[in-house]
């Protein structure tokens, strides 16, 4: 999975907005403190949101950011798209739009397939859980599997 730095700070950023009190606006520099991220790097990040009108500022003093709307009417992959990332991007071998690259001799690879359902199920994933779940810490699915893959790990399979 293809994930950013920039699309993995704006959704640490975002939980941590989701978790105060959003009667008011929350500074940049409180979740930069709070999240232990670059004052000027999440000015970038927070202009990003603000755009896709994921965030709304409040200019004057006790101004600062606020969700624009409920967390639990915003996706993860939502966030990850405000940033310009591609959501999960899954790149196969050979990009299909130069196949003059691709290890098939100018074919589509036998594995672009495999990529691009798996590419759309990430997608899927992350459309599916909510601003508000991750900031609720309901994620039960997830940690599920971090369960099983420890009990992997310690049995060495």
Known sequence: MRLSSKSRYAVMAMVDLARRDQKTPVTLAE?????????????????????????????????????ARPANDISIAEIIRATKQNAGRIPPVCDPDKPAQC???????????????????????????SLGAVAAGELAGAARFLDMEKELAATGE
Not at 37 to 52: G, M, N, P, T
């Open 103 to 129: 290890p098939a001799a100018g074919a589509r690879c036998p594995s672009h397939g495999l990529w691009a359902a798996l590419d759309a199920e990430v997608t899927r994933f992350l459309s599916s859980i």
């Open 31 to 67: 979740i930069a403190e709070g999240q232990k991220i670059s004052f000027s790097y999440l000015e970038q990040v927070f202009a990003s949101l603000r755009r896709a009108g994921v965030v709304r500022s409040v200019r004057g003093p006790g101004g600062g950011y606020a969700l």
